[in-house]
Structures are given as C-alpha cells and as structure tokens.
C-alpha cells in the first residue's frame, strides 16, 4: 500500500522557521521525483519545490528561493522541506508528492500557518 505521511507543520511567528518531512513507503522511494506543493484557501494548488531522483536536482518557486530548502534521504525514504524566514503568504496546506513517469502520488497534507 502506497503511503506519504506529511508531519511537521504547526503554528509559527513571521520570521520563524519549520521542518517538513514526508515519509514513503509502499514504492521505490530513490525512483522518484519527490517535491512539495502547497495550496491555500481560495487558491490553486501550486508547486513550492522539487528535487530529482537521480543527482538531487532541486528546483523552486520564486516566492520561496533562498528561504525554503528540498531535500531527500533515499536510506529513510524522507523527503523533507526546511522553511526559513517563513511569511503570512506562506500559509497554506503542505502536500508531499512522488512522480514516476504517469504515476503520482499524494500525500494528505500538513497545515502551515504563520500568523503573530
């Protein structure tokens, strides 16, 4: 059974920082391209990150460069998301995503709230 647990949101202040981490199981995690997605109430989902199954390619939104950090642990089947200097803007529900040619998964998402 294919599963992407999401964990690490929360509540955080303007400025502050949080770690996401997704953890894969039921597929062959290094195959993947894994990235994050956000979406927000009102708005469409929107890619934040990703990062490539071979070479650790990343790539990011504008919104985020410089501030938020992909990467990925094949041993532990983790990908993970460092989020520095987060902004209200950054609000939204986290969703893990694994991609293999047609095939894509979906985690069940983590809120994210930066809010003083």
């Known amino acids: 059974q294919v599963q992407l647990v999401e964990s690490g949101g929360g509540l955080v202040q303007p400025g502050g920082s949080l770690r996401l981490s997704c953890d894969a199981s039921?597929?062959?995690?290094?195959?993947?391209?894994m990235s994050w997605y956000r979406q927000a109430p009102g708005k469409e989902r929107e890619l934040v990150a990703g990062?490539?199954?071979?070479?650790?390619?990343?790539n990011y939104a504008d919104s985020v460069k410089g501030r938020f950090t992909i990467s990925r642990d094949n041993a532990k089947k983790t990908v993970y998301l460092q989020m520095n200097s987060l902004k209200p803007e950054d609000t939204a529900v986290y969703y893990c995503?694994?991609?293999?040619?047609?095939?894509?998964?979906w985690g069940q998402g983590t809120q994210v709230t930066v809010s003083s």
């Open positions: 039921g597929f062959t995690f290094r195959m993947y391209a």
């Open positions: 990062i490539t199954s071979v070479g650790g390619v990343t």
């Open positions: 995503r694994a991609h293999l040619v047609s095939t894509i998964y």
